[in-house]
């Protein structure tokens, strides 16, 4: 690892001020990416500015469907809130397979869809839950947040405060995950959140990143069953290839995914 | 047996500090004014070296030094040898390239090591190492086996035209293809055998000191055979003469094979520690280091076919391989694609007519050696997947077909090298079947098949060779070593007991089941034992553990070393009882003469040895003998794995739904330790069957050189494995010894894709059988 300054930011301006003062600075929670990367040498930013200590950026709340996580919530808290687990359990579910013990316990939601990585599962469910990402700055809707693979539209000086949503009727993930990092090779979140309103959040799968599966939304609209996306296409060309999988592969496993997904939250 | 004597299930006496946290591995060592060498590695496969600009790097904070391979030559340490002669089919010795511990002109694999750095600290030796600035001229790299043997393909070294190492042969080739004329029916398979990253716990380490007032080494490493590491480092590479080296292999967490070699770090710390004048120099790999420079293991491709007469009985087996040995040749690289390998072909059948060829070749990757199993593996996967393949083919029962063509008088001289000594093959079958309840299996595919689940079952009938190795034999085989091994028993004058060993324990627990051996002998408790081991200023000159070798070879060692001990302690007690030697008995920490109430205490007659008060007339005084032993036959291990699986046809997982080992081990001195090889080597070889692969892009890159991408097993992708032994004793050997270290990885990786190729009922599948892999075969079907 090169040399690096650790900073602890008191809060959300405090830690942008921070970051506008640094010559190459990173904001860090859990560092369950950032630091194994700056350890293989891969990354070396000046300054790591910690913002998991701020006041509530752990919290997490929930008053009737209404949900708030703070953007320091570790995947264990969410994995474990019993709250939560009442008004969308699918959640819970989701965070309570991320990694290994060690990385549930220190890495955050916040890092997670901050890093969206294209294969992190948390991207999934917020396009799918209809999230809205706060930060120190705006609101912004999950559909705009994620831009691309390991792309947002956060800016420079932006901090993730929380993210909030309300809880759907009904939703389920289910993840195929790699063999090797365990990581997402096609997660399909499925949320129903009443009034012909499904969302349908695909990770891990496609070379852009995160995805809604609108053809799925569509076909899930008038038949709420694992049989009604037969006919959805999942366009291979969009999709990873790699040595652990084609794109058709891929491209299948969306699909198998999916169907698992609805059966569940059926 | 007494409570820890032979078969006795002891807790594992070393397992206290490894748990607690408390062993002492190399990278725990450190001495005053350690310094840290980092090295500069080739980004490239294939390239020539024009120059190296180091002037920057030695300016940065805290370097003392900067040295590359011309220095390195230039000191006069030698070029990395290979322990094993093969000589080609025309008698022409191996095509061997050189492989200086520093490259000098050309770089050949991403990893290579061209220059290092030595610092005070780590973080300095390392941020100097990327301030080495070397300019290359990228040359053509070749990464398959296959592609290595084409007209125009990229040539690595001058002496080896046509990246050929050798073309070498065993067997009868006309009478082969004699029988294959007689033949009712023959099967055909193109076999690849997986590369694979042996990826120990702990990554290689070395420590080398350098004390200039006595011009001495000192060096602690991962070794698995620190006297063959200091003769290596000594007599060949000329680092320091054998007195002037002390080699230490301390805790070693695992070896698997990857540990055996003395690599190109070991070498550059201990000569770089004198010519930096610095007291020490430690270098400890990092998890990317060793995935590209612990040698890999494996890599195989083979073409093979078997005859069968009108009752499917098997009248010849041939086949042509190929094996990848990749930029160097490794210490034992020659041995594993031959003798290690093709004088197992005949598995556990009567085969009259065997012949293989095998071609070694030179490749931009990784060199090849020994990783668990050693070419066994691939010999029993070749023979196993071959007889499942051909009882589909020829439409009988598996087992049926492996029953009929086992061997069943002993001694059995193949007609590849070896001479079984010892076996009973259908009662291994029989106890894998039972326990695997075979004869329901097709209820329970009916079962799988209602959810949608494709069921399979596959066996494999392994046999591997272990103990190695009389001496004789493999010096006429091309060794450069005899493979004998040794052992000191030292008895305290309070009746305490050393066992020093050639033999080193790098996770087999060995401080447990050596002392077995006192235990059982004397009746002492095993709390009265010690094992020494690892550390050549302790112990007496031996060739350390490898090959399953440390309980056939390693305990008759010491079973010969006890048995000089046994009997001066007989005559000593008898002199003090005034009994004759014949009647001494020794049992439960008593020696006693028989029959009667005349005893002392066993530290009576060991303190007897030492005060040399009342010795018998001319016996010189003390207790303490030492053994070589030098085997006399390999030992022949042998099994039935089976293995039973479930396919997701949607997305190609399986799940292993049960797991069946049944092994001939011979004498088992402790069945837990044993049970303990056998789950560690089956998970290996499902490691191999369904996961692991070491994957290169076109230009030479490891592509899975991570955990994020090089999948291990875990625990969670393995069932409760079903294990139990049956047991012929090995004549061999004193204790009548085979070996349990390998077997697992060797039987599994064929039963395993037996089980898969039959759930999805056609053979069109490579290895590792990932999910990908199972659901492509899966669609594409035969």
Known sequence: ?266 | MGIEGIGARVLRKEDKRFITGQGRYTDDHKVAGMHYAAFVRSPHAHAKIKKINSKAANQMPGVVGVFDGKQLTGDGIGNIICGWMIHSKDGSPMNMGAWSALATEYVRYVGDAVAVVIAETLAEAKAAAEAVDVSYKVLKAVINAEDALKDGAPQLHPEAKNNTIFDWEIGDEAATDAAFKGAANVVEMDIRNNRLVPNAIEPRSALAEYDAAEDHFTLHTTSQNPHVARLVLSAFYQVAPENKLRVIAPDVGGGFGSKIYIYPEEIVCLWAAKKARVKAIKWTADRSEAFITDAHGRDHVSKAKMAFDADNRILGFKIDTIANIGAYMSLFSSSVPTYLYATLLSGQYNIANIHCNVRTVYTNTVPVDVYRGAGRPEAAFLVERMMETAARQLDVDPAELRRLNFVREFPHQTPVIFCYDAGDYETSLNAAMEAADYANFEKRRKRSARKGKLRGIGMSCYIEACGIAPSAAVGSLGAGVGLWESAEIRVNPVGTVEILTGSHSHGQGHETTFGQLVSDRFGLPSENVQVIHGDTDKVQFGMGTYGSRSGAVGMSAIEKALDKVEDKAKKIAAHMLEASEGDIEIKDGEVSVKGTDKKLLWHEVCLGAYTGHNLPEGMEPGLKEGAFYDPTNFTFPAGCYICEVEVDPDTGTTTIEQFVAADDFGKIINPMIVEGQVHGGVAQGIGQAMMENAEYDDSGQLISASYMDYTMPRADDLPSFKVSTTETLCPGNPLGMKGCGEAGAIGSPPAVINAITNAIGHNNLPMPASPHNVWAAVQAGE
């Open chain 1, 1 to 266: 690892m090169y040399d690096t300054t650790y900073t602890r930011a008191k809060d959300a301006s405090d830690a942008a001020k921070k970051m506008r003062a640094a010559e190459d600075g990173q904001f860090i929670a859990g560092g369950h990416t950032l630091l194994p990367t700056m350890k293989q040498r891969l990354a070396a930013p000046s300054d790591l500015i910690d913002i998991s200590h701020i006041k509530g950026m752990a919290d997490i709340s929930v008053s009737r469907k209404d949900v708030t996580i703070g953007a320091a919530a570790t995947h264990a808290s969410v994995a474990n809130h019993s709250k939560l687990m009442k008004v969308c359990p699918s959640l819970c579910e989701l965070a309570s397979h991320i990694g290994d013990p060690a990385v549930r316990n220190r890495g955050t939601i916040g890092g997670s869809i901050a890093n969206n990585d294209p294969a992190a599962d948390y991207p999934a469910a917020m396009v799918a839950l209809g999230a809205t990402i706060v930060t120190n700055k705006r609101k912004i809707r999950a559909d705009r947040f994620f831009t691309g693979m390991f792309e947002t539209s956060l800016k420079e000086d932006e901090v993730i405060k929380a993210v909030t949503f309300k809880a759907p009727k009904s939703g389920a993930y289910a993840k195929f995950p790699n063999p090797a990092s365990r990581y997402a090779m096609a997660g399909v979140y499925v949320a129903d959140h009443g009034k012909k309103d499904i969302r349908v959040g695909v990770t891990g799968a496609s070379s852009g990143g995160v995805y809604r599966a609108k053809n799925m939304e569509k076909a899930l609209a008038k038949d709420f069953s694992a049989d009604a996306i037969d006919g959805c296409k999942v366009d291979e060309g969009d999709m990873l290839s790699d040595i652990h999988g084609s794109a058709a592969y891929r491209a299948n496993l969306v699909k198998v995914m999916a169907k698992r997904a609805i059966a569940a939250a059926g």
